[in-house]
Structure formats: structure tokens, C-alpha cells
């Protein structure tokens, strides 16, 4: 639609200054008003049937019923307009519904700040710098609650039967408990599907990590119908190979790879870093076990003297880092070299620098669920060379893959 020359030419009549057109009482402000006014009008006038005056209207059962004042926010900041009214009370505008102080859309900027890691005040002064639109702290956790059932609505989704590759991954927040600030860990499960995209599976909020916290854990993914993984990578964390040997017995528990480097280059200087990660490499690139701890050795002789505890971890570790050194080379790759985890722990830490505490548990999953969702719409893409890994996978789990309908066809 193209409004024309003489319209635009009619508005601008009376411009002087940007403030006549722009400011608070400028003509940006009064064609919005006007536009939603009429907007209504014409919606009133579907709603009854009759145009207002038409004689058509008298003796009709319902009639207009002069109009009340409303205050709606948006991208515009503030506006007061007229919403007409019908005698009956069951006129619903569909522009601006009955109880709507909001433009769809406004809601989605605070959401989108907050998954941000904005506080609630952040968000008032940016709202009230950039829009000129006042809206207090209760407003704000009003929308930001509302994503509460999207929320549930996620970790009660149905999962797919069968999933390659299981990371699990912790991340350490403070939630006020009981009157006093505790830390609590967050746990994310992250997923590789059939098709090689990373998913997240789900997001729990615990005081303390133990056997019965990762049966519960492993018990609601098989409830949500996951029936079988084939390799899961965990950081060490304590009570879950007996757990998830106890709903799913033939999955390989792996230490995660990028885990154990992440965790060896904090104690690296930064002119060090690129020289141990590359050393590092070599261990879990080798061909075998054997060249693995040989080249282990070899690290420790490079690196022992100043820095002692990354060889000492990595061979108090061995049974648990070398399972997969078992696979072949592209199931291998995809277990390390997914940044998946990377990306997560990025944005997270991001969102929550911000925040000293979060007043509940809920408060913070809403935090953590939002700007998880931020980084996996990224995620668009499978991990590089999946469908080689797939191969492979096909051959090692060949009985285990073809009891699901839906991956038999792999020709």
C-alpha cells in the first residue's frame, strides 16, 4: 500500500521542527492515534452491522455507546486513545483487545532483554531512555512469568527414541533458599539427534548432584521417550554412570573431551594457551590407547613443571577419557569437536554476569531457559561430517538403531 503525495503533503503542512514531527505531541504521534482510532470505528461498525446514523441500526437489539479512554505502551512510547463502546458489552476489538495496555510485540522486547541478562531496572531506564514509556518492576516480571508455560511446556515435550550422543554439562547460580543465598547447580542436557543437530533435551536445578538426582534425570528422559543413547559425555559427575547404566545399560559413559581441555587450560597463562591446547590434541587425536598415554607422557615431560596438575588430572581420569578412543575416527570427531557446549556455557555466563542472585529457582530457569533458546536458534546446521559418523554408527549399533521405525531406512 502506498499512502499518496497529497496525504503525506497535508501532514507536513504545519512542520517546522523535527519536535513537529517526532516529539511527544508530533505528527507521528497523533496518525497513530488517529489511525487506531478509525481502526476501531470500523471495527465497531462490522461488529453492529450499520454504519454509525444509518437508520438501519434503529430497533437493531445494540447500538454504540459513546467511547472510553485506554493508555497503551509501544515501540511509539505512550498513547491515549478513544475505544469505542456498543450497549451490550460485546464489542472485542481485535487491534487493541479488551484489557491490552500493550501492542503485541512490546512484550517480546522485554523478553528479549531479559534473556539478555538485563535486570528488571536495566530494562525500565533502557524502556524509559529509548521509548519514553514508564512501566514498573511488576510489569516486567509479569511478561517475564509468562514464559513460564512455554517453559513447562519444553521439558514435558516428547523426545525422540534414540539419541547418539548425550552431553551433560553444570553451570553454578545463586538462588536465594529458605532466607539464606545458596549455590545451585544447573544441569543441561545436550543432545546430538539422528539428523545431527544439537538439541537440547532439558534443564534441572538442584542444591547437590548424587546418584538419586541423576536417576531422576535419566528416569524423566526415558519417560519422555528416549529409549536408547549410545555414547554419553559427562564431566565427572558423581552417581551417573550407575544411573544411567540403570535405565540405559548399554550406553558408553565418556568423559567429555571438551570438558577435560576447558577444565586444563584455567590454570594455562594466555601465552601458553595455544601451545598446551595443542598438546593436548595429540592425546586425544592419537590412533590408540597405547599412543595415547604415550603422547600423555610426552605432554607431562613438556608441561609437568609448571604445569603439574593438568597431566596428573588427565592421567588420574584415563579410564574415563579413553573409552572412545575405541571408535572410529568420525565418531570420534563428532564427540569433540562439537562447540555446542562451548556456545551454551558462553551465553550463559553472558546472561548472568548481571546477576549477584536469583530471588527463586524459577526466577533463574527462566533466565537460563531464555538464553538457551537465544543460542539454539543457531543451531541450524548438522555437526560437520555427520553423515560420515552416522556410517559409522550404523555399523558398531547396527541391532540397537534398526529397533526404531523411524532410522531403519539407511540405505
Not at 261 to 272: E, H, I, P, T
Not at 363 to 372: G, S
Request: proline share 3%; charged share 30%.
Amino acid at each position: 500500500m502506498t499512502i499518496k503525495q497529497e496525504v503525506i503533503d497535508e501532514l507536513l503542512k504545519e512542520y517546522k521542527t523535527p519536535e513537529d514531527l517526532v516529539g511527544k505531541d508530533g505528527i507521528f504521534k497523533q496518525l497513530q492515534k488517529a489511525l487506531i482510532e478509525r481502526a476501531m470505528a470500523a471495527e465497531m461498525t462490522h461488529h453492529l452491522g450499520y454504519e454509525k446514523n444509518d437508520p438501519k441500526g434503529y430497533n437493531s437489539g445494540n447500538s454504540r455507546n459513546g467511547k472510553g479512554k485506554k493508555t497503551i505502551k509501544g515501540d511509539f512510547g505512550e498513547l491515549e486513545i478513544e475505544v469505542p463502546r456498543d450497549r451490550n458489552s460485546e464489542f472485542d476489538p481485535q487491534l487493541i483487545k479488551k484489557r491490552q495496555t500493550r501492542f503485541k510485540g512490546f512484550d517480546d522486547k522485554i523478553i528479549s532483554m531479559y534473556a539478555r541478562g538485563m535486570t528488571t531496572r536495566d530494562i525500565r531506564d533502557h524502556l524509559l531512555e529509548l521509548y519514553d514509556v514508564e512501566v514498573s518492576s511488576d510489569l516486567i516480571s509479569s511478561v517475564t512469568d509468562g514464559i513460564i508455560d512455554e517453559v513447562n511446556e519444553w521439558r514435558n515435550r516428547e523426545l525422540d527414541p534414540l539419541y547418539p550422543i548425550l552431553y551433560l554439562d553444570a553451570i553454578v547460580v545463586k538462588v536465594r533458599d529458605e532466607g539464606h543465598i545458596r549455590n545451585k547447580s544447573v544441569y543441561l542436557a545436550l543432545a546430538v539427534n539422528m539428523e545431527g543437530h544439537k538439541e537440547l533435551l532439558g534443564i534441572w536445578i538442584e542444591t547437590t548432584e548424587g546418584a538419586k538426582f541423576w536417576l531422576r534425570v535419566v528416569t524423566e528422559l526415558n519417560n519422555r521417550g528416549v529409549k536408547d543413547i549410545f555414547i554419553a559425555c559427562v564431566d565427572g559427575l558423581k552417581g551417573f554412570e550407575d544411573a544411567i547404566h540403570s535405565v540405559f545399560p548399554g550406553t558408553e559413559v565418556q568423559l567429555c573431551i571438551v570438558h577435560m581441555v576447558r577444565n586444563s587450560l584455567k590454570f594455562v597463562s594466555y601465552k601458553d594457551r595455544k601451545k598446551v591446547a595443542t598438546d593436548l590434541k595429540r592425546i586425544y587425536h592419537s590412533v590408540t590407547v597405547d599412543d595415547a598415554q604415550s603422547e600423555l607422557d610426552n605432554f607431562r615431560e613438556t608441561w609437568d613443571q609448571k604445569y603439574p596438575l593438568i597431566g596428573k588430572s588427565w592421567q588420574n581420569h584415563w579410564n574415563g577419557v579413553t573409552p572412545f578412543l575405541a571408535y572410529p575416527d568420525y565418531i570420534r570427531k563428532a564427540i569433540y569437536t562439537t562447540n555446542a557446549i562451548e556456545s551454551i556455557s558462553m551465553s550463559l555466563r553472558k546472561a548472568l554476569k548481571t546477576r549477584r542472585s536469583f530471588p527463586n529457582d524459577e526466577a533463574a530457569l527462566k533466565l537460563i531457559y531464555l538464553a538457551t533458546r537465544n543460542t539454539s536458534k543457531k543451531w541450524t546446521m548438522p555437526i560437520r561430517n555427520w553423515e560420515l559418523a552416522l556410517n559409522q554408527f550404523a555399523i558398531i549399533f547396527e541391532e540397537r538403531l534398526t529397533r526404531y521405525d523411524s532410522f531403519t531406512q539407511l540405505d
